[in-house]
């Protein structure tokens, strides 16, 4: 419609098919995740969608209510109840607290929807099995947000792996470093692993690393491991004492089916390690490491070179055409930055429901999620026992 | 208002006053402003308005609308005047290619608009003060965006000189090199710096660094420069010949009026760098590098320290809450992409328009925009005679 | 004596006391110990003495001649027994293969001689033993050569632990990581931890890694370990196949004595990396982390700064007056190269025989070297048996 | 002669034909090259010659004794006349301080003995261009001692870019920074381009990266260069004021004949820079990098590759069989020290005198050491006149 030389947009146009979306929490990843989708429309050549924020549920009603403002949802709720039940919704999005995220869930695919669920699945092994249960009855497509298979740098990673450029696998070893709680003196509240549900730093970074083995190594099947408490006690705000029993640091040994072995780190008292998730992979042909902390990058080192003079490990800045996961408006040279691992998980997920693709193996889907919890218990089994565990001997097969 | 449970989001509320933006431009530079509108209302503690994406503006129909269906605008037209003048609109963005800065600006600020110019400002000196001039008498907010300000490194950078970190600044180096043309059997339309305009890399990236050089170390004085083409030919992709006069180079050694001398070098032939603006500053006290291709890192070595013995370059991760221009929802350790040059720049501009507040110092206004074309011009002459040339003999005072 | 105005020098002056030494084995090590001693008086500011190269052993006579000569020696023999024997010899340098360290340092210290020998101590734990014990029972200086210690980086290192700037050690994780074998195809004589004695990667670089923990992090109580061999036949240059059972990659978990955990990884097969030998400690107030292939710096992370907003890990060049080690003719900025570490190793050890010192804590001496070994045999039974190894369960007491 | 199963070395062997070498000037780099000459017998697998440390002269006797005991001369002299007429010395290795190359060196030369000079020539043009037309006439070996053209990063440098590895030559980009004087309040004693002969930091260092620029890139044909001394008083010791007319930065804009330009940068007041020599060349086909504070690392950008998603730069540690200057006792991945310079450069050295070589274009003869203080002489004269200066009006052809 041309009002005085302009014209109104027209958005019933069918070529952004639109997904309507009902996001469970608006903390970080709430928001990371409504960040994401609203990017969506134009950060692709073709965008699959557009989705649509059509709701956000929170406990706090002024809180929920300034972040759906500020996102420009056009409703909220304080029941989650009410929005995984709610037939307008296409996606039910859970970026509730780890301890939320079984419930919600599991009544959303109940009523059909599409979920994606923030990792990790369940901090209950059982929990993390019906999960994947449940997905499985009810077809519906699930998504357990690992979010990192989905930076450029990483894709490539695969993509090298797949190609055959790394040859036999040889090696896996990945750290994820933080360092929230480096300080023995920190208050407990300021330390998300040792804070509320205690969930530790197995559980809520070391799980990427897993899920990061699984999607370019392969299958594990066995596991040696140790978990580690320093600071057994740590004062709150109000000066009283905690007992600590969260892990603040695990390390394991793996074996992969594949013949490759490697080791995994989690930590939350590596000082100077702000979010440090690294990794090293080496192969009979080549090698290739990652950093978090500088995430556009993909070091490689591959033996299938004319010149083995100006061999080295190459510094690859994965922002070119011929790059996986590049975004329309940023050329060559142009970083992404860190959300982008959810803008693409998210539109990655947006094209397997309307376009009914199957979610792995690219994305992580609940029984991805359900994977990494076994291979989480077999950590704590063989930490406990002091003894290797095989991966076939914990929780069961799906 | 509840219904059955949910509440509509109040968007009338007074707390994000809405601000109406225009846009001149669909390309790469108007993509990427509507996306920086967008984010600001949630990537702040406080944000200060609500912009909306009223129209947007470009001569293809079809390529316009489909810009603005992707990115939400309302409307869009066809006639950058009509734009202009639109009295709905409270700020004019001119995203549009570098020739039509001019004539758009004029007449967006002689209707009371505030503006956004992409820099350069002009690539003609004469226009360029002209724009800065009728910025003045006119009295709008304007902001030639020099987006490199606004990331958290070289806000910290400016900080630390501030605050004499560095102590005497003796030197600046600076370099933005790219590689668009290296290759001499390129096309010409692949090669931005000689196509179209013929603008070169002084003009499209020298720009930045002199920006830059005035932002961080202060006023010019003096310029001795070289511009170089190595590829005086080029075919296009009919197998036509074009003369290329556009500088695939040029160097300039800087004179600043507080005693620091330094250089400047830009390049579009500089083979593997995809989109690297280097630079450093040394000081008596202190030195700090930047590499944009790494822009969430600031290196920085003080001798302000109690051990010498662990004195060097401190790789600064510019994530912390103690760091500038900090976005909401990105915890420490979670990278900022390029594009949070432009959100934060766009903050800032709103900021000055909501709140009444000065462009400059932390922006660049058109005067800003202006002294950097005077600059370009000194090179250009320094270049022709082979002799150093005084910036007080260049341009009109303003 | 003045000849035409020409002195001769006269070498009988006191300052630099003789000390006499031979040298066992001409290869690899025999070489770098031989270059070390020669540099010796020269190299620092007050040299302790000045080693004389009296004599060479080994057994290809033409061979040994040749370096002998090369390298300045007076003299050569073939016969171990008559080196470890001579009268003449203050200090027997044990560079023989692996399997010859046990039976010419017995015999040299029975002799009364200072011995220093190349590391391990030994294949066999009871040899090592063995030597451990006869150097405590004989009473003369003895040290296995874990060069590494000597590196001025590795000695920052200590001095930040040991004055508390990193506060309590909570991780150590070290890799040694080489490519000899990383492609199956090549010939078992090209890869030196599967030919001959078959000696590994654990025993060959991984014995390295374990003495850095003792070294920098202190006693280690227990371990969790997994040997791998991949290619588990190779050929030799005939076209003969040999089975190898030596480990190609060998991951150990460590519990230290104060609370500290780790890891060790050695690999032969890690494409790409040359001479890998990272590792990184993390405590509660700082961190450090180091790469043998850019040795000269150590990177640190400190929490003991004023300014927070520039933390981050220091690139130190350990190359300052401030820093140990300094080599008297390598101003700041002019690095050392690897050899230095036996250079500043057998500096040490002629200090300690000189001034009668004892070789530890710096040096690592028998009893050190077999405590090494210690580890080793513990990390063979646990990957034997699957599970967790306490120290003290394995080997003797010393 | 067999000792009771020992053999006297002997020496008198043909394989190492003896060169007999005389040192002017006992500091650092009388040292350096001492220490160099002392490793060559035994760092080559075919060793060309053994050089005789016959005889070192110096002013003060003690310092002189002292220095010759430690590296194992067998005569000093305090006279440097009788050094350089000597008949029994083959090599007259001027180390003597900068305003002391001339007399000296002209004097051996004369009486038929090669020479090797520390850079630069000369302080005065006229003297460099005396001492390079000498050689020519004498026909002795020269060489002034650009060590850092003997690093084998740097040889790989040059091969890259004479196998076209790199295409065309469009860019160089070179600085030399250090930091002895960045305090204003350092006293001028230990500021070494102020005092004395107060060379500044173009002669002192600059020097370097022009023979750099020549070896590299080839003939500068135009300079364009700023001279600046920021600190143009200092105290002494004795708290005397000083002026100081040396340069402590300089930059320069440089043509070469090939098309190429380029910037040069010299500065003794670059904080935190110990010993900054970093360079970059970019050409159409690939670019390299280089940092003498990581010497054994070249950076290589070569865009012929077959798999343009892992092109970046690599960093190559040129350490393997394949790279020039390699040393026989350090396998891959042992990083050789700054020192090494030297070794090769006087390796060469010996070869050529050993087997009648030219001693360029590999090493810079006298020749080549006048055309550095050319270019110097023309930076001095741009400098100066504001405006650029061509090579060709400056100084006698050669």
Chains 1, 2, 3, 4 share one sequence.
């Not at 989708?37 to 073709?46: A, L, M, Q």
């Not at 972040?67 to 909220?76: L, N, P, Q």
């Not at 792996?161 to 300021?190: C, D, M, S, W």
């Not at 947006?350 to 992580?364: E, F, H, M, R, T």
Request: hydrophobic fraction near 35%.
């Amino acid at each position: 419609m041309n009002l005085n030389g302009f014209y109104q947009v027209d958005y019933s146009k069918s070529d952004f098919p639109e997904v309507k979306i009902g996001t469970l929490g608006y903390g970080f990843m709430g928001q990371i995740h409504s960040n994401a989708f609203i990017k969506i429309p134009f950060s692709f050549s073709n965008p699959i969608s557009r989705p649509v924020l059509l709701a956000i549920c929170g406990r706090n009603q002024k809180k929920v209510e300034h972040i759906a403002r500020r996102f420009g949802y056009k409703e909220y709720c304080l029941d989650w109840q009410l929005l995984a039940k709610d037939p307008r919704i296409d996606i039910f999005d859970n970026c509730a607290p780890d301890d939320w995220h079984y419930l919600p869930s599991i009544l959303a695919m109940e009523k059909g929807k599409h979920v994606i669920c923030e990792k990790p699945l369940s901090l209950k092994l059982d929990e993390a099995f019906q999960m994947a249960k449940k997905a499985q009855e009810v077809g519906v497509k699930t998504m357990c947000c690992y979010n990192y298979r989905f930076l450029p740098a990483v894709q490539l990673a695969r993509q090298l792996i797949e190609q055959g450029t790394l040859g036999i696998i040889y090696q896996f070893r990945a750290k994820y470093l933080q360092q929230a709680g480096h300080n023995p003196f920190e208050l407990v509240e300021k330390v998300w692993y040792a804070h509320g549900t205690q969930s530790g730093t197995l559980m809520g970074i070391g799980s990427h690393i897993i899920d990061m083995a699984y999607f370019l190594v392969g299958e594990i099947t066995a596991v040696c491991g140790l978990k580690k408490t320093y600071n057994q006690i740590r004062k709150d705000s109000l000066g009283k004492d905690h007992p600590i029993s969260a892990d603040e640091c695990t390390i394991a040994i793996l074996e992969f089916k594949n013949g490759a072995v490697g080791t995994i780190e989690s930590s939350g008292v590596s000082t100077g390690r702000k979010n440090y998730q690294g990794w090293e992979i080496n192969g009979s042909k080549g090698s290739i490491f990652f950093d978090l902390e500088d995430l556009n990058h993909l070091q490689v080192y591959s033996t299938d070179i004319n010149s083995p003079e100006i061999q080295g490990f190459s510094n690859v800045l994965v922002t070119d055409a011929e790059h996986p996961l590049q975004i329309k408006y940023l050329p060559s040279g142009h970083n992404q930055g860190w959300e982008y691992g959810h803008v693409h998980a998210l539109h990655h997920f947006l094209d397997c429901v309307v376009n009914d693709k199957p979610v792995g193996p690219l994305g992580a889907s609940f029984q991805d999620g359900y994977r990494v919890q076994v291979v989480i218990e077999a950590i704590n089994q063989s930490s406990a026992k002091g003894k290797r565990v095989e991966i076939k001997d914990v929780g069961e097969d799906i």
